[in-house]
């Protein structure tokens, strides 16, 4: 059987000022008809480009240089623009990553999709609106008669992306390229998605490019995946050989780098690839990824390894496996470097750096409660009409309460919009809480006058998402580190601080000490934020957190702007340094893998409640809360063989402006009772620490549920596998 | 001492500038994020070549600005007296300009009258017919059949003074430049002459050849010619449109100095500090600019004229009366102009406090002026920027405008506003006198253009949604792509250095 997309050498350059880019370089693959291919690999290896180089869809800087796309035997490269056209929609569509920018917001949804059906199949009027709702329906849009007329603001992101795969389906296409499709959306709507895309495929038997980073998508959807590394595919194998033995280092790398909890249990800090993906602006000539390959030697930097076949349709890029090596040498490069990249793992930026503990060893006991909050309600008003009258109130956080003890980890898990980042924020007294109590050391910070909360401020901080945002850029790194110990310490006793003046190679010394506990090289504080890259931009962002000595960080999404690689990179130096200096966290992040990975403590959060609040043990094995159980069960796996069932939420989360009456979740909760629309339920506590709010589970019952518990907890190492398969 | 310094209003305003314009410069050349953008400036062939021009204007309007009294020699040496008239320098350079005074209008290069006056023969009798000129062309035998001989000749060699000049100034450039980049003096002429260097060094070398080519020309000439003419009182109009220059710039960079405060402290805290702070500031410049622009301005300058013509006291020359007055229309032009940029700040301080960086420096318990003043100042520098050099232009034509309305600058003080509000009328008249309005025009045209390319060059290289693709290198499609990407990289890199 011929392929449907037999893509040969191709190429495409990027004219970009300084220099031209190759972000596309002699790649080749083919996708039969039916499958899904996925293309994997970190952010700037070309996926993307791959994808508009197929629909001719590049930028204006961009040229394809060689190479050839041939669907169905026929060369796209070589067709006139006007017939290019006519093959865009109908039989190649593509969905992009972020749907809020792919539609157009002055046009209807139906508007939109008409515009297909009239461009290549000439239907117009009561035909088109038929087949629109048909599409429609297909993508499952409720009540889509009415909401075809609508505009895509009326619409929540996982239905606007819905709505691009209704457009993207309207062509009937042979091929569907989906680029990222699911990045932006939370994992229970990233699961509708998904599956939609899956039941779509199955009835329609059309092939799909899907370009992820995320590797678990690719374990859960695709039927053959291929890695690209630099601008070109270094592995291509099917799904179920390459989860269970990947073969190119790279995809080794990637594949261990993923947080998990066996590696926590193991205390081993997860394997990641040191360095960056390099500039596609340079010429390459041997491997391309020997530069960050643990077993490179000589021949990998010399010459560019050609494809191997390891077994039938797996194939791969790389010189361990070429059979023509002399065994010795593949054995060296196994064994001479192994030990080396441990070394470096752990040792060079892994070491706890013995000049910043001292400093900030306090000593407390490791039980005491380092933050308590209790009851925290964030409400921003709704300003209406001419004289601008509160007209109701968004409830971004309603009623919160958690607490945290040194040296330790609060995961606090939710989709997007539930209000996490609110809570960090108003806890760090950033946002002034509307009520409710935050508790600091037994200090009360809510309402505390500004002078003494500046104080206070050296005791906890904050590191953000985007690494990008969060440093000035017209700051220096020295400068922008500098700046909080300077504001902070304007308060402190004068001596102090004029002897800290005098001598200022102390402090120099002890800001290239920080800079070194992030794994940063001293040189690095005379440089500007924009000459680095975004992992080393965050650890800048950890290394200004630190320098005032904090005792609890709250971690907002630090790492979901980050690759996979580097996220690796980060949680280790999170890690590290908590073991090192004793920080607590507040881990605010949607990943539940980073959950499982780095936290201690678990609070699930759902429209500003917390819903329910346990250890992580407690909470990822054994979710009570209906929610927990289905963002943990939408949480894409790895693992082949945990087949495991998806609890399918409908609908989206409701707006905090106009939350649902009693529990917040009942709208979409599978086991709602008449009872869960009236009242917000009492905590149901399972054991000392793990806690819900649920009417599924009685709440006064705490003794029998505690027995009952101790009875789970002992059962619960062997059923494990059976129980969520989460993990 | 023959002469005292005077330091008008302006001219102090002015040094200030220069001054802060110079140490701006010297932070710039330390700090290397902030020479990107200028640098990207320097490559901008228009704007170079516009540069060049505004160069000549500002050394004009500089020269123009250092202003003193001449003493004036009384019969009693014994106190030393000042003259009541005020020059400068240009005055002093220009003096022949300045002095030869015809009876009234003359055409350019003529060397009679415009208009028939009846004068008496030696004879006794009288005639009516076009005098000659006192100075234009009083070397002259026979006007008629010298004229047009003479005055090629004299621009001839003028031109060929100004080429020679700049012959010397590009071999100078050219070795300056070779020993920089340590090469043959030929290979860097010919590095210019290709256009082969980073900053455009054949566009400003061309544009200066047609300024020197042109200025040689005009120095030759204007000293026994009126080259503009003259005007109805006999002053050469060459003169005034040199004198116009200062007081165009005087206006189009103090303005911006005087608008600056209002919108960057209003437009800044609008947007950082928001509620009420934010809502005051709104109304504020809603109401301001919801009044005809114009009526405000005039308004207040009638108030201020009248306040000048009952206080005649406080000012011991014309000419400082006349300098005060610039300086309350640069003032009133800032205080109603500030509203458009005080907006951008705020739309920009609005989007920047939401930055992390921003929250970041909250989280340290950073003070609100420092963050001010660390943070979000120097990311809207460049919005200032761009404005400033934008406006330059726009104010230089509103001077014209409110001049010609009768609500600028002082009548004796000479402005391209006051040159072609006195053109007005004799462009009416048969035959019509041209020459006095083709001036001030070509002279302002010539400032603005270059004002406006400048600015151009300025927002590409400072403003990030502008950025223009560099030219496109062609690869031909399936032609050996892998063959020409070492040549192409090279060959890219080559010319990005």
Excluded at chain 1, 234 to 251: I, K, L, Q
Excluded at chain 1, 444 to 461: I, P
Excluded at chain 1, 510 to 519: C, H, I, T
Aim: glycine fraction near 8%.
């Amino acid at each position: 059987m011929s392929p449907l997309l037999q893509i040969n050498n191709l190429t495409t350059v990027i004219h970009s000022a300084a220099a031209l880019a190759w972000p596309v370089d002699g790649l080749t693959l083919h996708i039969m008809k039916g499958e899904t291919f996925a293309l994997l690999g970190e952010s700037g290896c070309g996926k993307s480009m791959t994808a508009l180089s197929v629909m001719r869809l590049l930028p204006e800087v961009g040229e394809i240089a060689s190479g050839s796309v041939c669907l169905h035997g026929e060369d796209l490269l070589l067709l006139p623009e006007t017939a290019m056209r006519g093959i865009r929609g109908r039989r190649i569509s593509m969905i992009f990553q972020e749907p809020m920018l792919s539609l157009n917001p002055v046009m209807t949804v139906a508007e939109q999709i008409g515009e297909v059906l009239q461009r290549h199949f000439s239907l117009r009027g009561a035909a088109a609106q038929k087949r629109i709702l048909e599409i429609l329906n297909q993508v499952g849009i409720p009540d889509a008669a009415r909401r075809m007329s609508e505009y895509p603001f009326q619409f929540s992101g996982g239905m606007k992306q819905r709505i691009m795969i209704a457009m993207a389906l309207a062509g009937e296409p042979e091929l569907l390229i989906a680029d990222e499709p699911t990045t932006a959306l939370d994992v229970t709507i990233q699961a509708q998605v998904l599956g939609l895309m899956r039941e779509v495929q199955q009835r329609n038997g059309m092939s799909i490019l899907l370009i992820t980073h995320d590797l678990a998508i690719a374990a859960e959807t695709a039927h053959r995946v291929g890695i690209m590394y630099a601008g070109e595919i270094v592995e291509t194998a099917s799904r179920d050989e390459f989860f269970r033995g990947p073969a190119h280092p790279y995809s080794k790398k990637l594949l261990a780098s993923l947080p998990r909890r066996e590696r926590r249990r193991q205390g081993l800090p997860l394997s990641a690839i040191q360095g960056n993906v390099p500039l596609l602006s340079r010429e390459f000539v041997g491997c391309r990824f020997a530069d960050r390959c643990d077993h490179a030697w000589e021949l990998c930097h010399e010459v560019a390894p050609e494809w191997i076949t390891v077994t039938d349709g797996h194939r791969v890029r790389c010189h361990l496996f070429d059979k023509d090596m002399p065994a010795v040498i593949r054995e060296g490069g196994f064994k001479g470097t192994k030990p080396e990249s441990g070394t470096q793992d752990s040792g060079s930026w892994l070491k706890p750096d013995s000049q910043i503990r001292p400093a900030v060893a306090a000593t407390e006991t490791p039980d005491s409660c380092l933050l308590s909050v209790k009851d925290l309600k964030v409400y921003f008003p709704i300003y209406k009409g001419l004289m601008r009258s509160v007209a109701g109130y968004v409830k971004a956080v309603d009623g919160v309460s958690l607490s945290i003890q040194q040296g330790k980890t609060l995961a606090l898990v939710g989709e997007s919009g539930c209000g996490k980042t609110t809570v960090g924020k108003s806890i760090l007294q950033l946002i002034p809480p509307t009520a409710g109590s935050v508790r600091y050391n037994g200090l009360e910070l809510v309402g505390l006058e500004r002078k003494r909360l500046r104080e206070m401020r050296a005791q906890f901080q904050l590191i953000f998402q985007d690494p990008y945002a969060s440093l000035n850029p017209r700051m220096r790194i020295v400068e922008i580190i500098e700046e909080g110990i300077n504001s902070l310490n304007a308060g402190d006793d004068r001596e102090e601080n004029t002897a800290a003046r005098q001598s200022g190679t102390a402090s120099a010394e002890r800001l290239d000490a920080l800079l070194k506990s992030v794994g940063l090289p001293p040189e690095a504080k005379w440089r500007y934020p924009h000459e680095f890259s975004g992992g080393q931009r965050q650890r800048i962002a950890i290394a200004r957190a630190l320098a005032v000595h904090p005792k609890l960080i709250v971690c907002d999404e630090p790492t979901s702007a980050l690759d996979v690689s580097v996220q690796a990179q980060i949680l280790n130096l999170l890690k590290q340094l908590q073991d090192s200096l004793g920080l607590a966290y507040l881990f605010i992040t949607h990943n539940i893998s980073v959950v499982e990975y780095l936290a201690d403590e678990v609070a699930v959060m759902y429209l500003g409640r917390i819903v329910e609040y346990g250890s992580v043990d407690e909470v990822l094995n054994n979710p009570r809360h209906p929610y927990t159980q289905a963002l943990l069960s939408a949480v894409p796996v790895i693992e082949l063989e945990s087949r495991r069932h998806i609890i399918h939420l409908h609908g989206d989360l409701p707006s905090p402006a106009n939350p649902p009456p009693g529990c917040h979740f009942h709208p979409r909760c599978p086991h709602v009772m008449p009872i869960c629309r009236k009242t917000y339920p009492a905590t149901s506590t399972f054991s000392s620490t793990h806690s819900a709010r649920c009417y599924l589970y009685p709440p006064e019952q705490e003794q029998e549920q505690g027995q009952k518990q101790g009875q789970k907890q002992g059962q619960k190492q062997e059923p494990e596998s059976t129980s969520t398969g989460v993990g | 001492m023959p002469f005292e310094p005077i330091i008008l209003w302006t001219d102090a305003l002015v040094y200030l500038l220069v001054t802060v314009i110079g140490v701006f410069v010297w932070h710039v050349r330390r700090s290397e994020h902030l020479l990107v953008p200028w640098r990207r400036v320097g490559h901008s062939a228009s704007g170079m070549a516009a540069l060049t021009i505004l160069t000549f204007f500002m050394v004009i309007g500089l020269l123009d600005t250092v202003h003193m009294r001449p003493a004036v020699t009384n019969n009693a040496a014994t106190e030393k007296a000042y003259s009541i008239e005020v020059l400068s320098l240009l005055d002093v350079i220009a003096a022949p300009l300045r002095t030869r005074v015809e009876k009234t209008y003359s055409a350019p290069f003529a060397a009679h009258l415009y208009a028939k006056e009846t004068v008496e023969l030696p004879d006794g009798g009288q005639a009516r017919e076009f005098p000659r000129l006192k100075f234009g062309g009083a070397h002259l035998e026979d006007p008629e059949a010298q004229l047009i001989g003479d005055v090629i000749w004299r621009a001839a060699r003028g031109g060929a003074l100004g080429l020679f000049l700049w012959c010397l100034i590009v071999a100078s450039l050219s070795v300056s430049l070779a020993r920089r980049g340590r090469q043959t003096f030929l290979s860097a002429l010919a590095g210019i002459w290709r256009g082969a260097t980073d900053v455009p060094w054949n566009a400003i070398c061309i544009t200066l050849a047609l300024m020197l080519l042109l200025s040689g020309a005009a120095l030759a000439l204007c000293g026994d010619y009126h080259i503009f003419g003259t005007d109805k009182v006999g002053q050469d109009v060459f003169y005034l449109s040199l004198k116009s220059i200062r007081t165009g710039l005087v206006i189009g960079t103090l303005t911006t100095l005087m608008m600056l405060p209002f919108a960057l402290l209003l437009g800044i805290t609008a947007g950082y500090f928001q509620g009420w702070v934010d809502d005051v500031i709104q109304y504020l410049y809603t109401t301001l600019s919801s009044i005809p622009s114009v009526l405000l301005i005039a308004a207040a300058v009638l108030m201020m004229q009248v306040y000048m013509e009952t206080h005649p006291e406080l000012f011991d020359t014309i000419a400082a009366r006349a300098d005060l007055r610039l300086l309350f229309l640069c003032i009133i032009l800032g205080v109603t102009s500030w509203t458009g940029l005080c907006r951008l700040l705020r739309g920009e301080t609005l989007k920047l406090r939401e930055m992390e960086y921003i929250q970041a420096a909250h989280a340290f318990g950073v003070s609100h002026w420092r963050i001010i003043s660390r943070h979000i100042l120097p990311n809207v520098m460049h919005i200032v920027l761009i404005t400033t050099v934008m406006d330059f232009s726009g104010l230089v034509l509103a001077e014209a405008v409110l001049s010609y309305v009768g609500v600028g600058v002082d009548p004796s003080m000479i402005s391209f506003g006051t040159m072609i509000n006195a053109a007005r009328l004799e462009m009416a008249r048969e035959p019509m006198v041209w020459w006095a309005l083709l001036a001030a025009f070509s002279f302002m045209f010539a400032l603005v253009l270059s004002a406006n390319l400048f600015a151009d060059a300025v927002q590409n290289a400072f403003d990030p949604r502008m950025r223009i693709a560099p030219a496109k290198v062609r690869i031909l499609r399936r032609r050996g792509a892998k063959q020409s990407k070492a040549e192409s990289a090279e060959s890219l890199s080559g010319t990005g250095n």
